[in-house]
């Protein structure tokens, strides 16, 4: 199976679960990942703001401790701008929410949580094909970079390139 045919398959079954399915895995997911002490070590930590029925990381922004940050498309990369609760979020030309910030804080990453809609054994994550966390990994990659998937997206094997930027580990959602 070709990338773009995973990625339409991966959509398609996230769009056809249960939402109720979907909070309890992202809820496991949060869990998960507060039990990680690379996560309770690091200071600046980079997540995404759920787009359609992917993962929902927004309670962990309750983690009073830590500077939280969010991507941004900037031409062909993204950059991460910290997160408040005055930040303002517009919505992309790709139907993302991203940050209005002045200062992006990418070579201060500690830790990065990554969307994907597939993630392999080989720790290898298919995303929405455009290559941005890739780009970035390769010229800012912070101290651990952990994926975020439910459990149908998790794969023995997936295509992968030279470009493809391997992941640190991921959390699976867990009924």
């Known amino acids: 199976m070709t990338k773009k045919e995973l990625r339409a398959l991966m959509i398609q079954k996230r769009n056809d679960i249960n939402k109720d399915i979907l909070i309890k895995q992202s809820l496991s997911i949060i869990e998960q990942i507060k039990k990680d002490p690379d996560f309770n070590d690091a200071k600046r930590v980079a997540m995404f703001y759920p787009m359609g029925s992917e993962v929902d990381l927004w309670p962990l922004l309750k983690e009073t401790n830590k500077i939280f940050c969010f991507p941004k498309v900037e031409g062909n990369h993204i950059s991460f701008y910290p997160y408040d609760e005055h930040t303002v979020f517009i919505k992309s030309p790709f139907g993302v929410f991203e940050p209005q910030g002045e200062k992006n804080i990418d070579d201060a990453i500690d830790y ?4 994907a809609l597939a993630i392999s054994h080989k720790l290898y994550r298919i995303g929405y094909g455009k290559g941005f ?10 101290k651990k970079v952990m ?12 295509p992968y390139d030279e470009f493809d930027e391997p992941l640190d580990g991921y959390f699976k959602g867990l009924l």
């Open 133 to 142: 966390y890739d780009r970035f990994l390769k010229m800012h990659r912070p």
């Open 147 to 158: 994926g975020v998937i439910y459990d149908f997206q998790e794969l023995d094997n997936i």
């Open 112 to 115: 990065m949580l990554a969307p």
